[in-house]
């Protein structure tokens, strides 16, 4: 029984976290015009110094937004970049990135 109740619990946290970070790709794609100057314009970035974000996982990218938003991670170019982007912005570039 203990095992049924940890098992539906793990299943229902795996549920809400990839809900939290489904964005509107269409809208990540209108936003990602500002990505484009390091990161390339199709998510794919010309300076080895700057990751690729096309087909990263949504979450991980999402996590990584936030952490550069919040001061989690720390990039004297990055940090500026993510500081005004919302919840929903972060949401919707991870879907867009992540869906290339």
């Known amino acids: 029984m203990k095992n049924v109740i940890a098992a539906m619990l793990v299943s229902v946290t795996v549920m809400a976290s990839g809900a939290a970070v489904a964005g509107d790709a269409a809208a990540g794609k209108a936003k990602s015009a500002t990505c484009a100057g390091c990161h390339g314009p199709a998510g ?15 979450a991980y990218l999402a996590k990584q937004m936030k952490a550069f938003r919040d001061g989690g991670r720390s990039d004297p170019m990055m940090a500026p970049m993510a500081k005004p982007l919302t919840d929903d912005d972060i949401a919707n570039l991870a879907a867009y990135y992540s869906s290339l």
């Open 44 to 58: 794919v970035s010309a300076n080895p110094l700057w990751p690729n974000l096309a087909g990263q996982k949504e």
